[in-house]
């Protein structure tokens, strides 16, 4: 087929999804005229355990992006250095809304909601809501919307975030150093079989939008400092934990970054506030000093406040001791994790903004490790130091480790039995290990050839 006559073909079926698009905007609006959005009723069919707006917005959306895909392929923007790329998206998206259509309402969308319910009306934070007030608050001027509303419109911004994490994860494999396609694939692979990232979107999770400004946040620093600081600063507001991140800009002793950090914290902090006051703040300080009391540990949190009350209650030892423990063991993987940081100088080439990007990665694995609890979604914050071990592990044993770390944290399904589930604390540690072994090597791996093309 000559690439004249692919053209033509390609030119007549984008016209038939223009006018097919038409029909069905035609009849909604038909429909709407005629009947109101009642009218829908006559032509949509409830299935049971399906939450009809999603499996129409689904459906939809897979819809659209084979249009967008028609017109990639007339205007001749897929070629063949972004077609893998190009295919690993359209692999991942179809595949995700596919999942998302099956879903019911479950996880902690119900805790945002609740949140922001409870502003809307002017009433405390609850004590399950452990974030920043700053997303509560945004969902409470959907109140009006009431739940439904609220819920499709936090759906509808996951997708969004899981096509730019897609993106951005690409961009920033290829900041530290992949070839093009190497980022492509290594992104699809990933992002296809990915327990973190199904649990994040199933549950309506804020981890997407969380790593997605950390990213941005890196990708910006050397061109544009004052976004970079702005997007941290909103990742903090969102999830209190990628505070610890800032250290890494401080290896470079950019003042001017950082105090368009401090800046921004303020700025949102105060934007928050104008909003509904600055009681959520204190009411956010009293439900994260409530991770500190004793409490029910799950199987499925993955921290070492979880490990050891659920070991070591078995043997009844003294509360008082598992909680030194605790701090013993969390405080030690914390410290590792800092130490590995300032010491990586293999991850990026020497330049400007070097030992930032070098200490990223263990800063993220302590941003997790740190936590209070380690729920199975919160893996997904390890993506960037996991993948950027391709790069430097060489030995037999070091890709069977490699293996076992992705298998517990990103492949196994969740479950809950003692004390096997905890082999995802152990995959999170594995990790860790590995960094510590590549953290000065300058080898890159013999099995992927990762580095840059030549210029």
């Known amino acids: 087929m000559t690439q004249h006559s692919f053209g033509k073909i390609i030119r007549t079926a984008l016209w038939i999804w223009f006018g097919l698009t038409a029909l069905i905007g035609f009849q909604c609006l038909w ?7 009642s009218g829908f009723q006559a032509y949509v069919q409830d299935s049971p355990l399906t939450y009809t707006p999603f499996a129409l917005a689904s459906a939809g959306w897979i819809w659209l992006l084979a249009g967008f895909a028609l017109w990639l392929f007339y205007k001749n923007k897929i070629t063949r250095n972004n077609l893998l790329s190009w295919a690993g998206f359209f692999l991942v998206a179809v595949s995700y809304l596919n999942i998302l259509r099956e ?3 479950y996880g902690d969308i119900g805790y945002y909601i609740e949140a922001a319910l409870k502003l809307y009306n002017h009433q405390p934070l609850p004590d399950t809501y452990i974030y920043p007030p700053l997303w509560a608050t945004l969902l409470s001027q959907l109140a009006p ?48 079989v990915n327990m973190p990232l199904l649990r994040t979107l199933l549950y309506v999770q804020v981890n997407l939008h969380v790593l997605n400004l950390i990213f941005l946040s890196v990708l910006l620093y050397k061109d544009k400092p ?25 290896l470079e002793f950019n003042w001017k970054w950082l105090a368009y950090f401090s800046l921004n914290l303020i700025l949102i902090a105060l934007f928050t506030i104008a909003l509904t006051g600055f009681e959520p703040y204190l009411q ?7 991770l500190a009391a004793p409490r029910e540990f799950s199987l499925r949190d993955s921290s070492f406040d979880s490990f050891f009350n659920i070991a070591l209650a078995y043997l009844r030892i003294n509360q008082s001791l598992i909680k030194i423990l605790v701090y013993l ?11 590995i940081g300032f010491k990586t100088n293999s991850l990026h080439p020497q330049s400007k903004g070097a030992k930032l990007y070098n200490a990223i990665p ?15 979604h919160h893996g997904i914050f390890l993506t960037l130091p996991f993948l950027l071990l391709l790069k430097k592990i060489q030995a037999p044993s070091e890709w069977l480790w490699f293996g076992a770390a992705y298998l517990f944290v990103f492949l196994m399904p969740t479950f ?16 860790l290990g590995l960094l510590w072994i590549v953290k000065t090597r300058e080898a890159n791996s013999a099995l992927l050839d990762l580095q840059p093309d030549a210029v």
């Open 31 to 37: 429909i709407i005229l005629r009947n109101g959005s």
């Open 103 to 105: 879903r019911i309402r």
């Open 145 to 192: 919307l009431g739940e439904d509303g609220i819920l499709f419109i936090c759906w509808s911004l996951n997708l969004l975030s899981l096509f730019a994490f897609y993106y951005l994860l690409q961009r920033i494999l290829q900041h530290y150093q992949f070839k093009a396609n190497a980022a492509a694939i290594a992104t699809t692979i990933f992002m296809l």
């Open 226 to 250: 004052y976004f970079s600081a702005f997007t941290l600063a909103l990742a903090v507001h969102l999830k209190a934990s990628p505070m610890i991140l800032a250290l890494a800009f401080l």
């Open 284 to 290: 956010f300080i009293h439900n994260a000093a409530l």
């Open 329 to 339: 063991a969390k405080g030690g993987a914390v410290l590792l994790a800092l130490f």
């Open 362 to 376: 263990a800063l993220l694995f302590a941003m997790v490790i740190a936590s209070p609890l380690i729920w199975e």
């Open 416 to 431: 809950d039995f003692f004390p096997w589930s905890y082999a995802k604390l152990f995959g999170i540690l594995t990790i």
